[in-house]
């Protein structure tokens, strides 16, 4: 692979539609790839090797960049003497490779330490045969702890196996202190001792879980409460026992009561509870007061995932005593490096104890991930008030389509709109992402929208994901999971919305042309008259 790849789109390009298998953005540290169809959709998620041919990239937790699948067989061969047979697993450090070794219940040696050109490399030496090997990449996948795309890209530069690194704008001067910095500001916290910053979202989100997890068991306290259907790794920490504690779930968010009641029923071995604003994919705002104070009587400590709402537009610090982010959305907004940040509340009756232990959980970035990081984050403020702006118009105009559009979740609708408002800042806005509940099948819409389609969201251009494939696959294809998904308010025939930066009129037009053919089958095929068409107005709230 060369140092880039072509085929760039972002608010600089316009809204068009991208090839299949093109990375998302363009650069060869893409995290986005382009899954432009339902067919294709359906191919990718089912490993249909016709569909994997032509789209091999993808999100680099789910599937492993190139450039670390070529520097993993490197390694292995290295570590293996010579010989091709095994496969090594590499992840962001050593201690990332013992816990998933460990968690898969493979032998201490398994964790290897590698030294490919110079450069130290962490993996683990799968087994041929047997569960250890899935649950290891399971391991690695639902933590975040992976070997950055950089990392790799350096490795192979320096043994000359590439011709050059992809081309891209840092910032090298102190880049983990300069995020700090901005988040601290942004957040609200005292200063960047507060913020801890980790290889990607999850890797926050597990480091956050964790450390809570291990204050807390002197006390006895080991469960935790997780708040309705959220983002389907979180879940899978607690779901596939990653982190060593129990859970229970409330499928209602919006249910104070019995939120209360559970939290009171186990309030001697209560850990935290963990809760999202708004929740993925859902998009529904919990009352983050309300949950303050059922977590102090309680006892436990209330984590919360705060990257779809973004500092800019909540200020979510006084009522959590924790706040983690996926920086490789809105904080970027580049689609094009992998970190994550923990914020440490500074009034937190485990403040204390948090800033002790969270160093022994998770892994920080690599430096040329955070370098990168510094450079884009300079523009989140400004670039989520241009997101708030165009989701509140592509609301509206989404909202003149009843024929396609049955309903949209996001930060201000009916469900979450109060709650939102508790926490929202004085300047901010909703956020750019909606979930749109569709009345058509979603091939209608999906297929001709013309805008980057595929995994990830928070880009600076807009991007769409059928969600509920890309999450949830596994559940579609059965009647139980489709059930199982409809007591969530979920179905096949939704389409997640980023909205991006680019001109509001632009936007408005793009899906009012995917929008406008989508009810000529309900209408024999008779184009619509005396419907007002999308605008470009800003909605008022």
Not at 114 to 142: D, F, I, K, Q, Y
Not at 388 to 412: K, S, T, Y
Request: net charge neutral.
């Amino acid at each position: 692979m060369s140092q880039a790849v072509s085929g760039t789109t972002g608010s600089a390009d316009g809204l068009r539609h991208i090839a299949a298998g093109r990375p998302v953005p363009g650069s060869v540290h893409s995290v986005s790839v382009s899954i432009p169809d339902v067919a294709s959709v359906i191919g990718y998620e089912s490993n249909d090797a016709a569909t994997l041919s032509r789209i091999s990239w993808g999100y680099p937790r789910f599937r492993p960049h190139p450039y670390v699948v070529r520097v993993a067989e490197l390694a292995a061969r290295e570590d293996a003497g010579g010989e091709r047979d095994g496969t090594l697993l590499l992840t962001r450090s050593a201690r990332a490779a013992r816990a998933a070794a460990a968690y898969a219940g493979l032998p201490p040696g398994a964790a290897r330490d590698v030294t490919l050109g110079g450069h130290g490399l962490s993996g683990v030496r799968l087994p041929a045969g047997g569960p250890g090997a899935a649950r290891a990449r399971a391991h690695v996948m639902h933590t975040g702890g992976h070997l950055s795309s950089r990392q790799a890209e350096d490795v192979l530069w320096d043994a000359g196996l590439i011709d050059g690194r992809q081309p891209e704008e840092t910032a090298d001067d102190s880049p983990a202190r300069a995020v700090a910095e901005v988040l601290a500001g942004a957040y609200g916290v005292p200063g960047p001792r507060y913020v801890a910053l980790r290889n990607s979202g999850m890797n926050a989100v597990a480091a956050a879980v964790e450390a809570i997890t291990e204050i807390q068991r002197d006390s006895g306290r080991r469960r935790w409460l997780q708040l309705g259907w959220i983002f389907f790794d979180t879940m899978h920490l607690f779901e596939k026992k990653v982190v060593d504690a129990e859970h229970t779930t409330v499928p209602d968010p919006f249910d104070l009561a019995e939120v209360a009641r559970v939290a009171a029923a186990h309030a001697g071995e209560l850990a935290g509870i963990i809760a999202e604003v708004p929740s993925n994919p859902g998009m529904g705002v919990p009352d983050l007061p309300a949950l303050r104070e059922i977590a102090d009587r309680a006892g436990c400590a209330l984590v919360v995932d705060a990257t779809i709402a973004t500092p800019h537009n909540v200020d979510v610090v006084p009522y959590a005593d924790v706040v983690c982010e996926s920086l490789t959305k809105y904080a970027t907004g580049s689609a094009d490096v992998l970190t994550g940040a923990v914020v440490v509340a500074p009034g937190s009756p485990f403040a204390a104890d948090l800033l002790r232990v969270l160093p022994r959980y998770g892994d920080e970035p690599y430096r040329r991930d955070t370098a990168r990081v510094a450079a884009r984050i300079r523009g989140y403020a400004d670039r989520m008030a241009r997101v708030n702006a165009n989701a509140l118009a592509l609301a509206e105009c989404l909202e003149r389509h009843p024929d396609v559009v049955r309903d949209i979740g996001w930060a201000l609708d009916a469900r979450s709109a109060a709650n939102y408002r508790k926490v929202a800042r004085d300047s901010g806005g909703p956020g750019g992402l909606l979930m749109v509940d569709l009345k058509v099948p979603l091939e209608l819409v999906y297929d001709r929208l013309a805008v980057a389609k595929g995994p990830s969201f928070g880009a600076e251009f807009t991007m769409a994901s059928p969600q509920v494939f890309i999450a949830h696959y596994d559940l579609l294809t059965t009647p139980a999971g489709r059930a199982a998904l409809r007591e969530r308010g979920l179905h096949r025939d939704m389409l997640r919305v980023s909205v991006g930066t680019e001109p509001p009129e632009l936007i408005a037009e793009t899906f009012e042309r995917a929008l406008r053919p989508a009810v000529m089958p309900r209408r024999a095929a008779a184009a619509p008259t005396g419907r007002p068409r999308c605008s470009a107005r800003p909605r008022r709230t």
